[in-house]
């Protein structure tokens, strides 16, 4: 027969795993520990590409950004990332379906979101 604590102990766990499964099922996706380090990016936000849709759902593009705009914006939300890497995402997703549409003024690439 099992000692009283450790059905306690049991009865404990179990009900760790039952609301791990519920907020699995509720969320989709199992939540974030309080483990996890601070400046985490966001899911669905990683890499250079999810920084410029995390400004594209933020409203940055509301209004025409140039490439140092972005690669300015990106720094201060914590994505740190080369000129290089943020024009090759600027211009994946001004691609013709993509969310963003890029135009020229004044002999430089301006940004904004699509309409």
Do not use: N, W
Not at 65 to 70: G, H, K
Not at 77 to 82: A, F, L
Request: charged fraction near 30%; proline fraction near 3%.
């Amino acid at each position: 027969m099992l000692k009283e604590s450790s059905i306690v102990k049991k009865l404990h766990e179990l009900s760790k795993r039952v609301a791990r499964l519920e907020r699995l099922l509720i969320l989709g996706r199992p939540s974030e520990s309080a483990s996890d380090p601070v400046g985490r990016a966001p899911s669905g936000f990683r890499g250079s590409t999810g920084g410029v849709r995390l400004l594209i759902k933020d409203g940055v593009f509301r209004q025409k950004c140039q490439l140092s705009d972005v690669v300015a914006a990106l720094t201060k939300r914590g994505y740190h990332y080369s000129r290089q890497a943020v024009h090759e995402s600027l211009r994946r997703l001004s691609s013709t379906h993509g969310p963003l549409v890029s135009l020229k003024e004044k002999g430089r690439k301006v940004y904004v979101e699509r309409r």
